[in-house]
C-alpha cells in the first residue's frame, strides 16, 4: 500500500518541483500544494518514485509466479476460486 501510494504522490511532487505540473485532462493544472521548483527535492522524489515502480513491479511478477506454481506444481486449482462464481461453476 505504501508503495501504491507513494508512487502517484513521488510523481506529483517531482514534476511539481522539476517546474512541470501536471495537467488534469487538459482542464487544469494541478501544482502540488507548497512544493517550488527544487533540483534536489526533484532527485528525491524521482528516486522514491522508481523505487516504488521497482517494488510494485516485483510484487506482480512474485504473484504471478505464485500463481502459475499453485497450476502446474501444486495442481490446487487454486486460480477458479478467483475466477467469478458463473465461470468457476462452469470449469467444475
Known amino acids: 500500500y505504501i508503495a501504491a501510494l507513494g508512487m502517484p ?6 514534476s511539481t ?4 505540473s501536471p495537467n ?8 502540488a500544494p507548497g512544493i517550488d521548483q527544487n533540483r ?6 524521482s528516486d522514491i518514485h522508481h523505487i516504488g515502480a521497482f517494488i510494485i513491479a516485483t510484487l506482480i ?5 505464485a500463481a502459475l506454481k499453485h497450476h ?3 495442481k490446487d486449482n487454486v486460480y477458479i476460486k478467483m475466477l467469478p462464481r458463473f465461470v468457476a461453476r462452469k470449469m467444475r
Open 9 to 14: 504522490i513521488s510523481g506529483w511532487i517531482m
Open 17 to 20: 518541483a522539476a517546474g512541470h
Open 24 to 31: 488534469w485532462f487538459f482542464l487544469m493544472t494541478l501544482k
Open 40 to 45: 534536489q527535492l526533484t532527485r528525491i522524489a
Open 61 to 65: 511478477i512474485i504473484h504471478i509466479g
Open 72 to 74: 502446474f506444481i501444486n
